[in-house]
């Protein structure tokens, strides 16, 4: 069956529907060997020769994925840091980039630093805001634009189509984290974007037990010749067991994108007008920030992550977090199993982030549960 013929749904669940002609296996098999035979006439006819250019693990993972986001190519990495620090080190010092400031800490403290340290001209705006970001764009200097939507750990929205038009009439590239929207929800190529990158350690694994990246080009052009050249020769690559367990994750991607976003709104709207709650952060609800932009950009759902912040303060967040039995209270999201936590202490004394704020990935489990929980935190557990 043409996987072009069927819903995207479909084909995630049959892998595109490849089977193994030689043993009819419908599950593919793990290739762990880190070297291939050469033909007599010193040639590599199989395309392959060493384990850090490609890997056959990787094929199925990688081409599911770029028919999920509608892209011409795809490639793996060793995280999503891997997949992310790629896409700025593929530019030369001096060029400018822009960026959120409200996303994933661990790339806005490396843009920050190495990045900086490196020779990008690294600036950040709020991305939310168009206006604010055509104010920031360099004509002819300006070489990417990066954004996260919706964005840790507030949910904010970024409008992926108009900001695609405001970088390419200024001559720069476009590239979406989408690790929490995931192709279930957004697909950010087809919206005008260059580039995505998952955190694949996510929801596209979603069972917490892999690290994984990824990136989706548009185009299979120079600058994709560049970012496999500095997958290859940085090595960044991931290894064959773990490629073998993200397409297993990959196949239930749709079911569980699609719960974990009924049971955030629920949670969400549960929460909204609670008195000891000040602000429910998720773009599923009509008062949220890009709620309209969310709506046009997002199908099928708002996501699985939601933040709320207390009303009693910092101190009671993190009692709440403490007194939650179903909720595990860990860093992370995407996976099938609920995680809170306070994310100022994970980001330090420098993090933007409020201190009240509590961040929530809903998983898999019963949202009557999970609203339960909090509920009985909230009032103070026992
Ligand atoms: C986790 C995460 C990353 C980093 O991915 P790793 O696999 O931990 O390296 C980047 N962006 C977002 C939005 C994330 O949640």
Same mark, same amino acid.
């Given at each position: 069956?043409?996987?072009?013929?069927?819903?995207?749904?479909?084909?995630?669940?049959?892998?595109?529907?490849?089977?193994?002609?030689?043993?009819?296996?419908?599950?593919?098999?793990?290739?762990?060997?880190?070297?291939?035979?050469?033909?007599?006439?010193?040639?590599?006819?199989?395309?392959?020769?060493?384990?850090?250019?490609?890997?056959?693990?990787?094929?199925?993972?990688?081409?599911?994925?770029?028919?999920?986001?509608?892209?011409?190519?795809?490639?793996?990495?060793?995280?999503?840091?891997?997949?992310?620090?790629?896409?700025?080190?593929?530019?030369?010092?001096?060029?400018?980039v822009v960026?959120?400031?409200?996303?994933?800490?661990?790339?806005?403290?490396?843009?920050?630093?190495?990045?900086?340290?490196?020779?990008?001209?690294?600036?950040?705006?709020?991305?939310?805001?168009?206006?604010?970001l055509?104010?920031?764009l360099?004509?002819?200097?300006t070489?990417l634009v990066w954004i996260?939507?919706?964005?840790?750990?507030?949910?904010?929205?970024?409008?992926?189509?108009?900001t695609?038009?405001?970088a390419?009439?200024?001559?720069a590239r476009l590239a979406?984290?989408?690790?929490?929207?995931?192709?279930?929800?957004?697909?950010?190529?087809?919206?005008?974007?260059?580039?995505?990158?998952?955190?694949?350690?996510?929801?596209?694994?979603?069972?917490?037990?892999?690290?994984?990246?990824?990136?989706?080009?548009?185009?299979?052009?120079?600058?994709?010749?560049?970012?496999?050249?500095?997958?290859?020769?940085?090595?960044?690559?991931?290894?064959?067991? *773990?490629?073998?367990?993200?397409?297993? !994750? +990959?196949?239930? @991607?749709? &079911?569980?994108?699609?719960? $974990?976003?009924?049971? /955030?709104?629920?949670?969400?709207?549960?929460?909204?007008?609670?008195?000891?709650?000040?602000?429910?952060?998720?773009?599923?609800?009509?008062?949220?920030?890009?709620?309209?932009?969310?709506?046009? *950009?997002?199908?099928?759902?708002?996501? !699985? +992550?939601?933040? @709320?912040? &207390?009303?009693?303060?910092? $101190?009671?967040?993190? /009692?709440?977090?403490?007194?939650?039995?179903?909720?595990?209270?860990?860093?992370?999201?995407?996976?099938?199993?609920?995680?809170?936590?306070?994310?100022?202490?994970?980001?330090?004394?420098?993090?933007?982030?409020?201190?009240?704020?509590?961040?929530?990935?809903?998983?898999?489990?019963?949202?009557?549960?999970?609203?339960?929980?909090?509920?009985?935190?909230?009032?103070?557990?026992?």
């Amino acid at each position: 069956m043409d996987p072009k013929q069927i819903k995207p749904a479909s084909a995630a669940a049959q892998a595109l529907g490849w089977v193994d002609e030689k043993t009819r296996a419908v599950s593919p098999a793990i290739h762990t060997s880190t070297t291939y035979l050469r033909d007599e006439d010193n040639q590599y006819r199989s395309g392959r020769g060493y384990i850090r250019a490609d890997n056959p693990s990787f094929d199925q993972a990688e081409a599911l994925l770029n028919h999920l986001e509608q892209g011409s190519g795809a490639m793996l990495f060793g995280s999503g840091m891997a997949a992310a620090t790629a896409v700025f080190l593929a530019l030369k010092p001096g060029d400018h980039v822009v960026a959120p400031k409200v996303m994933y800490w661990g790339l806005r403290s490396w843009l920050q630093g190495f990045a900086k340290d490196w020779g990008l001209d690294v600036e950040l705006v709020d991305t939310t805001d168009q206006a604010a970001l055509a104010k920031a764009l360099r004509p002819g200097k300006t070489k990417l634009v990066w954004i996260e939507t919706p964005a840790n750990p507030t949910w904010v929205i970024t409008d992926i189509a108009a900001t695609a038009r405001l970088a390419h009439q200024a001559g720069a590239r476009l590239a979406v984290d989408s690790t929490v929207a995931t192709p279930v929800l957004t697909r950010p190529l087809t919206l005008g974007a260059d580039l995505v990158m998952h955190a694949a350690t996510k929801y596209l694994n979603g069972h917490s037990d892999v690290i994984a990246g990824a990136l989706v080009t548009a185009k299979d052009d120079d600058g994709w010749k560049r970012l496999k050249a500095i997958r290859h020769d940085m090595g960044a690559v991931l290894g064959s067991f *773990e490629a073998w367990l993200l397409l297993r !994750g +990959m196949r239930t @991607l749709f &079911v569980r994108v699609s719960a $974990a976003s009924r049971g /955030a709104q629920q949670i969400a709207e549960h929460f909204a007008k609670h008195p000891k709650i000040t602000a429910v952060l998720y773009p599923g609800l009509p008062a949220a920030q890009g709620h309209a932009v969310a709506a046009r *950009e997002m199908s099928g759902g708002f996501g !699985g +992550m939601l933040s @709320l912040r &207390v009303k009693a303060g910092e $101190a009671a967040a993190i /009692a709440v977090a403490a007194k939650v039995r179903l909720w595990k209270r860990a860093t992370s999201l995407g996976g099938v199993e609920s995680l809170i936590e306070h994310r100022a202490s994970v980001e330090g004394p420098t993090s933007p982030v409020p201190a009240d704020l509590l961040r929530l990935s809903v998983g898999l489990e019963d949202a009557g549960d999970l609203i339960a929980d909090l509920e009985q935190a909230l009032a103070g557990g026992s």
